[in-house]
């Protein structure tokens, strides 16, 4: 279904690859404007009443020949078919999962039909819508097998192998196909299915050039009421054939994705549709048509006819695939003819064969009397829509003027920051100055400090040295002393027998001194 999907990013270093015959692109400009475009988006596939119309009664009936009856049912019927063979846990992988909303569906699907040993990866670069996916899994009980994995697809490297890798809207957002798709293959099991719901029209959602004359045919046809682009808020007298992708990454490489798919897997289904009725029933213009207005279905029913006839013929190619692929060659593919996938790829040489139409440019753009509303009728539809766009322009001007003062006064607290900044930094200077001197003494110091150790080190051990022979001293002193003692307690002894002998002696002796000086008297000596 022709549906915006969600953001998916790449590396710098691929901004400017992988996109034949177009200019390199501002990556940053790219990313910015993604992030702002999903960073609220709560619902992605808001289409208006008028797709619905036509899809329900065109598309659905293509769908419903295959057993499902839209893009969502055929994820949970092909997902559900890898739990039928076998056991054990499974794994699938969401490419480009946003806010989770099929994942959420496909998860409780799964647990309602009895299964509990499986794990949903969700990959997605938009943390935001990852959050959004986390709270609705939460409400919806199916958390415990649900991981949210911020992830860049354009580098991704498949961590796991999967049972089944599904991308909801997802491949028209991502510029490294190459990569993506080699880890695809890579990464499924054996019996493993890659699905897949995308745009694989022209790159930015343009018309290639024989489509472009039809949808210019076309538009002749239409009222100026129905010509207002409520996406741009501009009128278009003619058919303007922009290039979303140069302001984000939308369609960045869709005309590359089929291309690519056949070479990398085995279609096993494959379902295309639609490419001059996107225009008429997509956001930027599907708003001013009326679902319940005989005309408007008569119209959108024409444009179908003829883009039915155009596509059968070759003359164009779809824009929209369903897909259910895998690896084994021998699977038949299924297919409404004669779409068959490489019928589907354009052929430059042969696209603009036996299409005859007004060429842009010459001619009136408007074919009077083909819409039933009078003149006056259409300028007052006109007119109430170029008002509602002034009304709608003179807002965001009031806003943006808003914005603009709220710069300016960040801008002077900014300078005011910057003047503090500058100061800091002088003082920074200073303090590094500083601290580069004390850092120097600090050298000065340490390298004494290591001398003084050293020589702490040397005295240290000549204490030790001291102490050691203080203690050999010490014990030989005691010995020593035990020694004078024992001889001092010993000499006291002799003294005291020396004494007494002395006494004794002196008692001896007397009396023949007596004798002696007697006879010395007598002269008898």
């Not at 996916?133 to 991981?147: P, Q």
Request: glycine share 6%.
């Amino acid at each position: 279904m022709p549906a915006p999907s969600k953001l998916r990013t790449r590396p710098r270093h691929l901004a400017a690859s992988r996109r034949p015959a177009e200019t390199a692109i501002d990556y940053a400009a790219h990313l910015s404007a993604e992030k702002e475009t999903y960073r609220g988006c709560l619902d992605v596939h808001d289409l208006p009443a008028i797709f619905h119309y036509w899809s329900n009664r065109y598309v659905r009936p293509k769908l419903e020949a295959f057993g499902f009856s839209t893009p969502d049912e055929m994820f949970l019927k092909y997902v559900g078919q890898q739990f039928q063979n076998g056991r054990g846990p499974r794994r699938i992988a969401s490419i480009g999962a946003g806010n989770c909303h099929l994942e959420v569906r496909l998860a409780s699907h799964l647990l309602a039909a009895g299964h509990t040993d499986f794990a949903i990866d969700c990959l997605d670069l938009n943390s935001d819508m990852l959050e959004r996916g986390r709270d609705a899994a939460a409400k919806a009980g199916a958390a415990a097998c649900m991981r949210f994995l911020q992830v860049d697809l354009n580098a991704w490297s498949a961590p796991d192998e999967y049972d089944g890798v599904i991308a909801n809207q997802a491949l028209h957002h991502v510029l490294n196909l190459e990569n993506l798709f080699a880890e695809i293959k890579r990464s499924l099991k054996p019996g493993g299915r890659f699905l897949a719901s995308d745009v694989i029209g022209r790159n930015g959602h343009r018309r290639w050039p024989e489509a472009l004359d039809l949808v210019r045919e076309f538009w002749r046809k239409l009222p100026p009421s129905y010509r207002f682009n409520q996406s741009l808020l501009r009128y278009e007298e003619t058919y303007q054939n922009w290039d979303c992708s140069g302001e984000s990454f939308e369609g960045i490489r869709s005309q590359d994705i089929l291309p690519l798919l056949t070479g990398h897997f085995h279609f096993e289904l494959f379902i295309a549709f639609a490419n001059i009725v996107d225009p008429f029933v997509d956001r930027a213009f599907g708003s001013n048509f009326d679902a319940s207005a005989p005309w408007d279905r008569s119209f959108i029913d024409q444009v179908h006819a003829r883009d039915e006839k155009e596509i059968a013929s070759g003359h164009i190619q779809p824009t929209h695939m369903l897909a259910v692929m895998g690896t084994d060659p021998s699977v038949p593919t299924l297919f409404h003819e004669p779409l068959a996938p490489r019928r589907c790829l354009r052929d430059p040489a042969r696209a603009r064969a036996g299409i005859q139409v007004v060429p842009a440019g010459k001619g009136s753009p408007y074919e009077w009397g083909a819409w039933p509303h009078n003149d006056r009728r259409e300028i007052e539809i006109a007119c109430r829509r170029l008002k509602d766009a002034q009304d709608r322009t003179n807002e965001q001007t009031i806003l943006a003027a808003e914005r603009t003062r709220w710069a300016q006064r960040l801008d002077r607290e900014i300078a005011l920051a910057t003047h503090k900044i500058e100061d800091l930094h002088q003082e920074l200077d200073r303090r590094t100055q500083w601290a580069r001197q004390l850092d120097g003494q600090m050298g000065e110091r340490t390298a004494w400090a290591q001398r003084l150790d050293g020589e702490i080190e040397v005295a240290a051990r000549k204490i030790k040295e001291l102490q050691q022979e203080l203690s050999r001293r010490a014990a030989w002193a005691h010995r020593l002393d035990r020694e004078l003692r024992e001889r001092t307690l010993a000499h006291r002894a002799d003294l005291d027998r020396l004494a007494w002998a002395t006494a004794l002696d002196r008692r001896f002796h007397a009396p023949l001194d007596y004798a002696f000086r007697l006879l010395r008297r007598w002269g008898m000596l």
